[in-house]
């Protein structure tokens, strides 16, 4: 039998804060559940007649299928709108779009550039909005992070993560926060001109501190991964900040994700695991790697049997559906 919290019906998710400590554990939980029923071959109901719109600025791989799939998957439909299909922002305002969207669909879920965006989205529509990414925070990806790390630790509280690399994109950001809420100790590894906000820092430090975990910012990734018992790491370069590029690129080369650090941990493979949101640029593959080669983490790394990057993948699915089945389906036990 599966259960979840009826306090999170029709509730929207911008950011890991708009959730208790307890109810982003219990989604993770939920998820952990629901990829168990998937591997035993179910394919449910729990979100027939539930249509959720899919709206995106941004590309993306990972992020679109998931909430595709995740709704498709209990007997659902989604609907994807890029932003070249529909007016938002340029013929019609967010609010009106929100407003005509929220009559149709039964929740939104959206990927761009501005966080006020999708605010003005879940102020409007009437129905819950979740955040598939924007420049500021990417909660649905850190839920999959959390549920890794779980799979792998068989717990979450007083692990060690090293995150390494661009220090205040999205997901570092959100990655803070996340940690913070389930007592995961964090090191943000960057350099001093890619520091996180010091009000975000200061934020998930009150966080940390309730859950009997830290939270530091340290600019020698050698000296921060020390005791990690996992290294995350992100693109240079997040989607919107391409004109960076260059300068960002000779930043961050000595935080590179490679075998000296990982050996830096000091820490035993079997308590040690390396990740990454994806997509990565971690061979010749590319067009960004083709001259440069590896960028933010080297193949040996990437391919590594302490490499769980697939796994969180997969788990961006199943996080997804445990956000739509406790946002919309009220109080339901299966
Ligand atoms: N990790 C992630 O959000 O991937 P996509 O950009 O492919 O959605
Ligand atoms: N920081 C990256 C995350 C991609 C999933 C970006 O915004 O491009």
Known sequence: ???????????????????????????????????????????????????????FEKSSTRTRTSASIAVRDEGGTADYLSQNDIHLGAKESVKDTARVLGRTFDGILFRGFSQERVATLAQYAGVPVWNGLTDTFHPTQILADLMTIKESFGR???????????????????????????????????PAQLT???????????????????????????????????IYTDVWVSMGEESEKEKRLELLRPFQVNEALV????????????????????????????????LE??????????????????????????????????????
């Open 196 to 230: 996180p906000e010091s009000a975000l820092v200061r934020q998930a430090e009150e966080i940390a501190q309730r859950n009997d975990a830290q939270v530091q910012v340290c600019s020698d990734p050698f000296e921060g991964v020390r005791g990690a018992n996992i």
């Open 1 to 55: 039998m599966i259960k979840w919290n009826p306090e999170l019906y029709g509730r929207s998710l911008l950011c890991l804060e708009d959730l208790a400590d307890s109810e982003m554990l219990e989604l993770v939980d939920l998820a952990i559940e629901l990829k168990a029923r998937r591997r035993a071959g179910v394919r449910g109901d729990l979100l027939q007649r539930r249509h959720i719109a899919l709206i």
């Open 156 to 190: 979450l509280r007083g692990l060690r993560v090293a995150y390494v690399g661009d220090g205040r994109n999205n997901v570092a950001n959100s990655l803070m926060i996340g940690c913070a809420k389930a007592g995961v100790n964090f090191v943000n590894c960057t």
């Open 297 to 334: 983490v080297t193949d040996d790394v990437f391919e590594a049997p302490f490499s769980r990057v697939f796994d969180e993948a997969e788990n961006r699915m199943h996080t997804i559906k445990a956000l739509y089945v406790s946002a919309l389906v009220d109080g339901a036990v299966l």
């Open 263 to 294: 050996r830096a941990t000091g820490v035993d493979q079997d308590q040690f695991i390396f990740l990454h949101c994806l997509p990565a640029f971690h061979d010749h593959e590319t067009a960004m790697t083709r001259q440069s080669g590896a």
